[in-house]
């Protein structure tokens, strides 16, 4: 092949989904994979798709036995023109002068991209660039896409800086264990569990920041919920409150939710027979305190102490009196990290928040200390040296502004949005315990 017939191959002129709006009679060249092939005679239907959707193509003569020899799923262009069809899946059909193959798929394939031959999850992931050919699949990844747009395009305009802050880092950002380590030169590195120290630093003078990046925690975890590589939405904003976070929040989310419902993405939220996305959007999220919930929890038989973390088995409880998206605010201070700020009107607790979906954590945040001298307290009774925190404690000595923020579990969110009940369901190549290829 020449180099300038192979160019001229390449140059499609439209994507599937832009047929239905030409003239009959326009020429097009569209480029694709074969999903379908009917040959019922003198006639040939192939059902050709790209990422935007699928078109028939009529196929006759030479043309058609061609497209007989030709694997399904193969990548090709058709060559020709817009015609009426009879079809009730399509609108037009595309009566084909030219058919090129431009990579034959090699049969027999590891998985049936089509749908109809179901897979389960592992072998889908173990071919996830062949799984994704599956429209249902695809268009996850596309909302996802959609959805990363709205949400930077969300902060952007509300003032907040996007930033990017290492994921190597020399020691461990929240003192936590949860941290994967390496050689780095002879000495040991970490991979970011959180942007939570940097994004902090950050207000001092930027005022307001947000990242959208992967974080890493080596956590033992077979959760549906829970992978060692997520991706996290950070922000921190100075002269803000927890309270205003958790507006700017829910506004967000519900701006999530409604590109969700106009894209024509059909699916409903979880377990919420009775609510629609629309109800949803239209009224506040409760906001409950920690204290609160703790009640809830004794009326429902599930006695937890002040001062307990809600576990699992507390969270499903709570999930199923509030089955949407609620708060869980005020946290006893006990439980939540070092620079989490203790409450106004009672020290014991904190200004924090969750956002959950029913047992379903999705959003951590809360107002952060900014008193230095607290903050070195809080280190110390927690049993973490100050001295692996020189680094961020000086800063808080160069005028640190009060400041808030929140980091949302961005897959965990996709899991809502799609009502899909496990998390590697909304990630290209999920890393668990178990897999780290491909
Ligand atoms: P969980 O209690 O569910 O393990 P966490 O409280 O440890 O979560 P945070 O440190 O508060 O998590 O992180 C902020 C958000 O990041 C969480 O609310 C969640 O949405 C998301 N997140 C945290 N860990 C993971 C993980 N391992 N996999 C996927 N998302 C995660
Ligand atoms: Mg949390």
Redesign the pocket.
Known sequence: MTPNKFKKLLTRTHFSKDLKNLQIGSDVRVAGWIEDFRDIGKLGFLTLRDVTGAIQSVLLGPNLEKAKTIPRQSSILVVGTIKPTKSREFEVEVSVKEIHVYSEAIHSLPIDPTGRIESNLDNRLDSRALDLRNPKISKIFVLRSQLLKIIRDFFILRGFIEVNTPKIIGSASEGGSNLFSFDYFKRKGYLA??PQLYKEQLILSLDRVFEIAP?F?A?N?HTV????E?L?VDIEAAYLDYFDIMDIIEELVKLTLKHTIESGYHADLPNSESKSFLDVVSSPFPRLSYEQCLKDLGEMDEKVNFGDDLLDSSLRKLGEKYNSFYFITNWPLDLKPFYIHENDENPLLSKSF??QYGYL????GGTRQHDVSKLKHRLQDQGLSIDSFTNHLKTFEWGMPPHSG????F???MMVLSNLPN?REVVLYPRDTSRISP
Do not use: A, K, P, T
């Open positions: 569990q959180s974080f925690r956590e975890s919920r829970h992978l060692n997520f996290s969750d956002l954590e999705l959003v951590s929140c980091g949302l579990g897959d965990r969110l998390i």
